[in-house]
């Protein structure tokens, strides 16, 4: 079956602080992994996308690993910032097959 | 460009009340996605069109749920009637592929049925 499995559900961090999420999936065929950010009350917005053979891609403060033979991503977040208080979801593509959706992590910085 | 636009932002509703949920994809994007969101099972895909015609719909809950696409610059999600559970945040999506290449999400619906 396939699945993405993210970890921890929520994380409360203060600001200015480092956090990694992590991603977990059993999906096959793989074509890509996505991070995306979801603010309260909008969609989610892309941060990264990485094929199999990318390892780690940065996209500011934001930095996603990929390991694809245990089949695990994390995103890790530096230097935080009250604005980095998001959900953050990690999607899977089957290619023409299309998405897996994890169900997020909830992250709160408090100041 | 402007991105996908859905309408409206918030929908209050009774139960047994029709609802039309709109949506304007990119232009140029030949896929459009319904997706609906809760806080127990996250995103989950309803149905999706590839160039104006439904694709897949197997993630419709129920035959109270239907989608159309008259042309390639609009959409409707309907629910008749609504009920209680489908209060949730309905989100339109478009892309190039179903791979998810340009993929975009609206801003998203948030349906209450009361």
């Known amino acids: 079956k396939n699945q993405v499995e993210q970890s921890p559900q929520s994380l409360i961090i203060l600001e200015g602080k480092n956090c990694t999420l992590q991603?977990?999936?059993?999906?096959?065929?793989?074509?890509?992994l996505r991070w995306y950010k979801q603010d309260t009350g909008r969609g989610p917005v892309s941060l990264t996308i990485?094929?199999?053979?990318?390892n780690t891609k940065s996209n500011g403060r934001y930095t996603a690993t990929l390991d694809a033979d245990t089949k695990q991503s994390s995103l890790h977040i530096t230097a935080s910032q009250l604005s980095d208080s998001a959900s953050y979801i990690c999607?899977?593509?089957?290619?023409?097959?299309?998405?897996?959706f994890g169900k997020g992590t909830h992250l709160i910085i408090q100041p | 460009d402007a991105g996908v636009i859905q309408s409206p932002r918030h929908e209050v509703t009774e139960m047994g009340q029709e609802v039309t949920l709109r949506c304007k994809p990119i232009?140029?994007?030949?896929?459009l996605f319904w997706y609906r969101q809760t806080m127990m099972r996250g995103l989950e895909l309803l149905i999706y069109?590839?160039?104006?015609?439904?694709?897949?719909d197997s993630g419709m809950p129920e035959d109270r749920f239907s989608a159309k696409m008259p042309n390639a610059s609009f959409s409707t999600l309907k629910i008749q009637p609504s009920e209680p559970r489908d209060s949730a945040v309905y989100f339109c999506?478009?892309?190039?592929?179903?791979?998810?290449?340009?993929?975009?999400f609206g801003s998203g619906t948030r349906l209450t049925v009361v």
């Open positions: 999607v899977v593509s089957r290619g023409a097959d299309g998405l897996t």
């Open positions: 232009s140029g994007h030949d896929y």
């Open positions: 999506a478009s892309s190039f592929n179903t791979g998810g290449i340009g993929y975009t």
């Open positions: 991603c977990n999936y059993t999906v096959s065929p793989f074509s890509n």
């Open positions: 069109f590839n160039n104006n015609v439904p694709i897949d």
């Open positions: 990485m094929t199999f053979s990318e």
